[in-house]
């Protein structure tokens, strides 16, 4: 097997990624320039100087009986000294003599039990210790190692230039002749990472690199030039169990190493896809491109990611390549996207927001689920339908707009840039929710955007003269020209008819005038277009009680005690109106108060007389060691404000048991209902639901 200049390519399982010439033989050369290796698979090979053959360096093929394995040692930086020449007297451990010259040379010498080479010694490649005897002055200092020995433990030695503490080390490992190397192939920078059972196989040495991968555990390390496609290997197994952040920095590293390569890019790309982020995985699909322009597997992937982004026509592109069969769910879901998105553009031409609406969420589900456009044409949809509170809503749902590469965000989308349509559709919500200035910010970030388009030039001249209108009318309004002010509230609904904040600001003009029919007809337009418009019920209310009609008071009132229930006006508010419908229905009302709190009865006559006054009167038996009546208490509390037309009464029944026996009380809690001093109803230990639905039924 032979790795000479040439690309090295694995089966990744969900991509095929190749090795370019980053393994070639000239960087898996040893660093000492004694030796001359060729290639990291060469045999046994002697250099013959002056009057010796000295055995440089051992390798075995895959099949070779050898027990040598996985091999793994030091080789130091620092400057080699030649090796002293042979002489009969030494004893350095250097293996001479018979030797092969390359791997298909005849085997001379060789021993039963032995398929490739033989050193010629009892023992294979076994250092013996010191030189002896050796005078010269390249001779190695005492107690160093010739540079590459190999002891029996399967492991290069250091060499004796690198005892000094200061000088970096790095491992070379030579490989079993599993992964992308021979038997015998020398890794620069001890850059496998070898599993421990691999380890084991090849002879119980460990390789040292950047991952040592051994009981799904990763072990870190150094990393070297040859470390790449090893980390991307890594990569991928975290990206096979889901580990998408994992595999995402094997990735990042392996591109550190080898910037230039399209597949990390591709693989990059696929992690971050997992992380759902989809602008970044776009950008390194197009880098992976552009580095490799016929990368299928990074066009397929592109074409992917743009359907889910709704851009079709760039999806195709890269989707149905000349001469390349393309994946048939791609390319069905992409047909799936552009028939409805077709169909929405359409409809939104004609304003049928109702088609526009599901004809956008078809396209959604069919596959463009990270489209902000389509998810901003459903909100503008909801908005035309004056569905104003789900058009808010959906837009906490929109994925963060992230600045799109330039060929994406030149795409176009109902006739506009698609970068600028997501501002196009915010600016008419956040107008019609009555934030003024951020309409006008979002307005000018499309304009900027497109600034050629007509609906968005139309848009940003009517968002400015709207906002203009507004804040004319609001000081007329503060300077009690409320004729004035009306005009300018006008003014701006001309332009745009769907703004509930200017009906209610036109209603309290009309308020002012004292024309609260007008007043009324406004907050109900208001509140049409956003029913739970706070402004518009107080106005309306308001409204409603200078005409005198008391239910429809009562009713918004009401409202908004629950929207409201800490508002002290709301309640003395609601409490008059109640006050003046029993007057206007006939009943007596006698000394009714607001901001009456629950009153305790202690005794059998104060309390007949309590039930008997005018109105409706509630009461509530409890006892004070029981657990229900705690739990109410304060609830009945907070119905003697939200009701405050009605008498709450309460009855401790340990401590008045006459009041308890004379009313027949058995469980507490219970509630009666009185109304003129006539039981009209019993609740025994209701639901806080069911308390506040009976005493609600009574208190008209």
């Not at 030189?131 to 060499?159: A, E, R």
């Not at 490989?175 to 691999?198: D, E, F, L, W």
């Not at 036109?506 to 406004?522: I, K, N, T, Y």
């Amino acid at each position: 097997m032979s790795h000479s200049g040439k690309n090295i390519t694995t089966d990744l399982g969900f991509d095929n990624l190749s090795i370019h010439d980053s393994f070639s033989c000239e960087m898996n050369k040893p660093d000492f320039r004694e030796l001359d290796l060729g290639s990291p698979v060469s045999p046994l090979r002697t250099r013959t100087t002056g009057l010796s053959t000295t055995t440089t360096t051992t390798t075995t093929t895959s099949s070779s009986s050898s027990s040598s394995g996985s091999i793994s040692g030091q080789t130091r930086s620092n400057p080699v000294v030649k090796r002293p020449e042979s002489s009969p007297n030494s004893h350095s451990g250097e293996l001479s003599g018979s030797c092969e010259t390359s791997p298909t040379a005849p085997n001379r010498n060789l021993k039963v039990g032995h398929s490739r080479s033989e050193s010629g010694s009892a023992y294979p490649l076994i250092y013996s210790g010191q030189h002896q005897n050796q005078s010269s002055v390249n001779s190695p200092p005492i107690n160093v190692l010739p540079t590459g020995n190999i002891c029996p433990s399967g492991k290069i030695l250091k060499t004796g230039m690198g005892l000094t503490a200061n000088r970096s080390t790095r491992t070379d490992t030579l490989g079993s002749g599993s992964g992308h190397y021979g038997h015998g192939s020398i890794m620069r920078g001890g850059s496998s990472n070898v599993s421990t059972a691999s380890s084991c196989r090849s002879g119980g040495g460990v390789a040292v690199g950047p991952e040592n991968v051994a009981g799904g555990k990763i072990h870190r390390g150094g990393a070297s030039g040859g470390d790449a496609e090893e980390l991307k290997r890594i990569g991928n197994e975290f990206y096979r169990k889901r580990c998408f952040g994992e595999a995402l920095s094997m990735y990042d590293r392996a591109i550190a190493l080898a910037p230039g390569n399209a597949a990390y890019r591709s693989n990059r790309a696929a992690a971050l896809t997992g992380l759902r982020r989809i602008w970044e995985a776009v950008k390194e699909c197009e880098e992976a491109v552009r580095l490799d322009p016929n990368y299928w597997r990074a066009h397929q992937r592109l074409a992917s990611l743009l359907i889910r982004l709704g851009q079709v026509e760039k999806a195709r592109s890269h989707l149905c390549l000349p001469g390349q069969q393309p994946d048939q769910n791609e390319l069905h879901k992409l047909q799936a996207v552009e028939k409805h998105l077709s169909k929405c553009t359409d409809a939104r031409k004609v304003r049928d927001w109702k088609s526009v609406l599901r004809e956008g969420e078809v396209a959604i589900a069919a596959g463009a689920d990270f489209s902000p456009q389509l998810l901003m044409c459903r909100a503008e949809a909801l908005l035309k339908l004056h569905q104003l509170e789900d058009a808010e809503s959906s837009l906490s749902n929109i994925p963060k707009l992230e600045t799109p590469t330039v060929s994406c965000s030149q795409t176009p989308f109902f006739g506009m840039l698609s970068e600028a349509y997501p501002f196009f559709v915010r600016a008419q919500i956040e107008m019609a929710l009555g934030r003024f200035e951020n309409a006008v910010t979002a307005a000018e970030k499309a304009g900027k955007i497109d600034p050629r388009n007509v609906e968005v030039a139309v848009l940003l001249n009517n968002v400015k003269f709207v906002a203009r209108a507004r804040a004319r009318g609001n000081d007329l309004f503060k300077s009690e020209r409320f004729t004035e002010a009306c005009a300018a509230y006008e003014e701006g609904l001309k332009l745009d008819p769907s703004n509930s904040v200017l009906y209610c600001n036109r209603a309290a003009c009309w308020f002012m005038l004292g024309l609260w029919e007008r007043s009324v007809e406004d907050c109900n337009q208001a509140l049409r277009i956003q029913p739970n418009y706070t402004k518009a019920l107080l106005r309306r209310a308001a409204s409603n009680s200078k005409l005198e009609r008391w239910a429809d008071a009562v009713r918004d009132y009401e409202v908004l005690r629950r929207e409201l229930p800490d508002d002290n006006k709301v309640a003395e508010s609601l409490f008059h109106v109640q006050v003046a419908l029993k007057k206007s229905r006939g009943e007596e009302v006698y000394n009714m108060k607001f901001g009456g709190e629950v009153e305790e009865v202690s005794g059998l006559e104060q309390f007949r007389a309590a039930v008997s006054l005018p109105g409706i009167s509630v009461v509530h038996f409890k006892s004070a060691s029981n657990s229900q009546c705690k739990q109410i208490s304060p609830f009945v509390d907070t119905l003697c404000g939200r009701y405050p037309s009605i008498n709450f009464l309460k009855v401790d029944i340990d401590e008045s048991p006459a009041v308890a026996n004379a009313e027949n009380v058995r469980i507490v809690p219970t509630f009666k209902i009185y109304k003129k001093g006539s039981r009209v109803k019993e609740i025994v230990c209701p639901s806080r639901d069911m308390l506040e639905h009976s005493v609600r039924h009574y208190s008209f």
